[in-house]
């Protein structure tokens, strides 16, 4: 049994015992690795808080000039290039969101209630309807059901209302030129000058988010590229004008990515009592029927669905809150957008759209850690011997693996999340571990996986 040890000195109150604590989860979520190599929708959200600098014009303008030969040499007309690029200033806009740091984290409670709540389903049900021939001929050619697709829609950009306003080549060339990720940046304003060399869509009027994503279901130009198709036979691929073009495309980008047709991507589900939560995270994967024989059930009670891949159980805001299991349709709803957050979102949105049932389980403990508290957890968990990494306020796998072994360690619920009654009790630990000999803890394998697993 993995413990802790202490000197005698340590109260006793420490080593377990203590009310159990309630955990959430935060963004950035459990990230599941793909199976496949296979272009995502979304670049990585900054990962370093900086303070937004304004680059100086004339540093910009040799930088762009340079870009220019280089992009002149890689075939791109200087009909594109002067339409898209001449009078481009750096976009003081588009650094300040790149480099923004939340101040608070958000519990998956918060999050769904913003992104999938009444309104939002049923209007949502209203597109499904206006649009049912078109959905209907896409989900018979790609086998992608179109509750997901309208789902994915109503999230990206609210059924089309919010295509974003920023000219897509300015902002990139912005961020190629910023320094912090140029090479990724760079790559994506090659691809968009591409797009506009093609005669997709004029450089005026290609405008979406401050990274660079576009249209209806905000594809970054490199996915573009790789993924979009011309559904209504004009020519051209229009994801900005032509639903049949944007969800064609959608659907194209799921089902290259592995979607598999009749399966689900999440459902809540009931965990028997005692059940060892070693084995809820989404690293540790197991056919259905395994889960099964371990007393997991539907949310109602039920028969888990018959799903031929392996599947993981997520505890998205902690071991009070709902339980979900995740399938393999879901590793493909996160190489879309790589948050556990949105690809349960996507998931719930889907059900509700179909006309299933909202989350019924309780939500879980109330309250986010800010950024500078998730900082404080790391360091005090570093200080008492378990391994955060960087103290930098950012919930990465390392943070999540430290806080497991840690409420290992004291008898705790080890759902690895950072609720407000984890901090408490790691810094109740620390204080009276302070002047202490603290023998770093030893480590046991999780089931089915390396203890350093999140």
Not at 112 to 119: G, K, P, S
Not at 217 to 222: L, R, V
Not at 315 to 336: H, S
Request: negative net charge; aromatic residues 6%.
């Amino acid at each position: 049994m993995r413990k802790l040890l202490l000197l005698a000195t340590l109260p006793a109150l420490l080593l377990g015992g203590c009310v159990p604590p309630k955990a959430i989860d935060t963004a950035p979520d459990q990230v599941s690795q793909p199976a496949q190599p296979i272009e995502p929708i979304k670049p990585a959200e900054p990962t370093v808080p900086t303070v937004p600098t304004v680059p100086s014009q004339t540093a910009f303008d040799d930088w762009l000039a340079a870009f220019r030969e280089e992009a002149a040499a890689q075939g791109i007309s200087a009909a594109t290039l002067d339409a898209a690029l001449t009078g481009v200033t750096p976009v003081e806009r588009v650094i300040e969101l790149d480099r923004r740091q939340p101040e608070f984290l958000q519990t998956f409670s918060d999050y769904l209630a913003r992104r999938v709540n009444a309104r939002q389903v049923e209007r949502g049900q209203a597109m499904l309807a206006e649009h049912a021939d078109l959905l209907d001929a896409v989900e018979q050619q790609h086998g992608v059901p179109k509750a997901v697709l309208v789902a994915f829609w109503g999230l990206e950009t609210n059924y089309g209302s919010t295509l974003g306003s920023l000219n897509i080549p300015a902002s990139l060339a912005t961020l190629a030129f910023d320094g912090r990720r140029s090479a990724f940046f760079r790559s994506q304003l090659l691809d968009a000058l591409r797009i506009i060399d093609a005669g997709h869509v004029a450089a005026i009027d290609m405008n979406g988010s401050w990274a660079g994503a576009m249209g209806h279901m905000q594809f970054m130009p490199s996915t573009f590229r790789a993924y979009a198709v011309d559904a209504d036979g004009d020519g051209r691929i229009d994801l900005w004008q032509s639903l049949p073009d944007a969800m064609h495309s959608a659907a194209n980008y799921l089902r290259r990515a592995g979607w598999r047709p009749g399966e689900p991507v999440a459902l809540e589900v009931k965990l028997p009592q005692g059940f060892d939560l070693r084995r809820v995270r989404i690293s540790h994967r197991l056919p259905v029927a395994e889960w099964t024989a371990l007393g997991v059930q539907t949310a109602d009670g039920g028969a888990l669905p018959d799903a031929a891949g392996r599947a993981a159980i997520v505890l998205p805001q902690g071991w009070q809150g709902p339980a979900f299991m995740v399938f393999e349709n879901f590793d493909v709803v996160m190489r879309w957008n790589r948050s556990v957050n949105y690809a349960l979102a996507v998931a719930q949105m889907a059900q509700q759209l179909a006309g299933g049932a909202a989350v019924v389980s309780p939500a879980g403990e109330a309250g986010a850690l800010s950024t500078a508290q998730v900082k404080a957890l790391q360091e005090a968990l570093n200080e008492l011997g378990f391994e955060a990494g960087e103290a930098d306020g950012l919930l990465g796998p390392m943070t999540q693996t430290a806080i497991r072994r840690y409420q290992a360690a004291h008898q705790l619920p080890i759902d690895g999340y950072p609720a407000p009654s984890v901090l408490a009790h790691v810094e109740q630990t620390r204080a009276a571990a302070a002047g202490a000999a603290l023998i770093r803890p030893l480590t046991e394998p999780m089931p089915g996986g390396a203890a350093d697993a999140p």
